[in-house]
């Protein structure tokens, strides 16, 4: 039941929901005492689940030291520890850290940090970001000109400089095998042929989520793909950053996603898992040599007034520490496997459903009318928000978007916390398959 008394608040439109009470581990209660399995991790943040006491203990320990520290007055224990340990985990040579509050930052970031290297190496024609249709990469607008998903850039056209984009590999929707190499190098050459209509010495990166978030929809890249960007990338001079914002931190079954391929890229944007929704925290992980050429040349442009908060650095390190005491990243592995198989078992039973994807605990499955034609559903029927609202009031939370760039089709991620177990895995399924029972009955009633 919505809450219906009067709020200031507003973000995207007038939907109102329960007054949140209480949330531990994967389960949250409203006010009348309702409760709900955390199914997408909030928007795929809580990777370690909610009220972890590790967590909240090293909080309240900090806030007796300090809440805010300004990085021009004071280095901080809390922000040196977790850069330590970010850059233990991140590939070798890529021991930079600057910390941000959110994904939108760390995107920005990035193209901001790339941007600035090229200028320090005397290479200022350089300025193209190419990245892919679909796609998300923030809500700032810098980020917005890499995103391609129409519905959320379109208004603001006029506004940025939408950079050059290139297909993301959607081997299912056009009918081509992704686990055939040809696939892979298929789409991934697409990225070459882009950087040579631009002209290579005016492309400065490529940006591109290892596993596709709420745009794709859990997308896995094809066979060989991710390999050969790299190769691409490297043969032209061209930076090669990986959002890792919805896929790092554990979630697909390796602490970066880019870790299932070998794949090393030149910058990394992360957030949303890193600070696991105790604080707002994302962090820009970059090579030295970029990091020293830009500090060369009179230094690093850029910055945000929460940079390196000791409080959210703080928390940001705790969970760290849950994520390795917990074994969290292998239980995404582990327990991705029973849900993948639970979510193919109701591809199985329902003709709607046409593809399940992703990895670890990363994971979606796409609605169409037709498997054969892979056609989607009518775009009016808005399946994407009325499954999430049957779901949301058997007291399953999931999260969806628009597969075909915003317009049409539906996808639904089922992303829920590192820590969920064999039982959860079970109670999500079964919430699933009456909540696509009870949508496929609506939709077949007439008008």
């Known amino acids: 039941m919505s809450n219906a008394t009067k709020s200031h608040l507003f973000y995207q439109s007038r939907l109102r929901r329960p007054v949140l009470e209480q949330a531990k581990g994967v389960y949250m209660w409203d006010k009348s005492g309702k409760r709900y399995l955390d199914g997408s991790s909030g928007a795929m943040v809580c990777n370690i689940g909610h009220s972890n006491k590790h967590v909240l203990a090293a909080m309240r320990a900090q806030m007796e ?10 280095e901080t224990e809390p922000a040196e520890k977790l ?56 809500g700032t607008l810098g980020a917005l000109a890499l ?40 789409y991934a050459n697409m990225l070459e042929e882009k950087i040579l209509q631009e002209g290579p010495q005016t492309v400065l990166a490529f940006i591109v989520e290892p596993v596709g978030g709420a745009s794709t929809g859990a997308l896995v890249p094809p066979v060989g793909y991710m390999k050969r960007i790299r190769e691409i990338c490297t043969k032209h001079g061209v930076l090669l950053i990986h959002d890792e914002v919805m896929s790092g931190g554990g979630r697909t079954g390796k602490f970066f996603a880019a870790e299932h391929w070998d794949v090393e890229p030149d910058i990394i944007a992360i957030s949303k898992g890193f600070g696991a929704g105790y604080a707002p925290l994302g962090a820009m992980i970059a090579r030295d040599e970029i990091v020293e050429n830009v500090l060369n040349d009179g230094g690093f442009l850029h910055g945000f007034t929460y940079a390196g908060n000791p409080l959210a650095c703080a928390a940001g390190f705790a969970v760290l520490e849950e994520i390795e005491r917990q074994n969290m990243v292998e239980n995404a592995d582990k327990i991705g496997d029973q849900l993948r198989q639970g979510l193919k078992s109701l591809q199985q039973k329902y003709e709607v459903i046409g593809d399940v994807r992703g990895k670890g605990l990363l994971l979606a499955f796409e609605f169409v009318a037709d498997r054969h034609s892979r056609e989607p559903l009518p775009k009016d029927l808005n399946a994407y928000n009325a499954l999430v609202d049957i779901a949301y009031d058997k007291g399953l939370i999931i999260y969806s978007r628009r597969t075909r760039g915003g317009y049409e089709g539906d996808h639904f991620l089922v992303c829920p916390p590192m820590i969920t177990t064999s039982e959860q895995v079970s109670e999500i399924i079964e919430k699933l398959d009456q909540s696509i029972a009870e949508f496929q009955n609506m939709i077949s009633k007439p008008a």
């Not at 930079?96 to 200028?119: D, H, Y």
């Open 65 to 74: 030291k300090s809440t805010f520290g300004y990085r021009l007055h004071f």
């Open 83 to 138: 850069a330590e340990m970010t850059a233990k985990l991140a590939p070798k040579g890529m021991e930079k850290v600057f910390f941000v509050s959110g994904g939108s930052e760390a995107v920005e970031s990035a193209i901001k940090l790339a941007r600035q290297n090229a200028v320090a190496k005397g290479e200022s024609q350089r300025w193209k970001v190419i990245s892919r249709h679909p796609s998300y990469h923030g």
């Open 147 to 186: 995103t391609g998903y129409a519905p959320l850039t379109a208004p603001f056209d006029p506004m940025i400089r939408p950079m050059p984009k290139i297909s993301a590999p959607r081997a299912y929707q056009d009918g081509l095998d992704p686990e055939a190499e040809a696939t892979g190098l298929h």
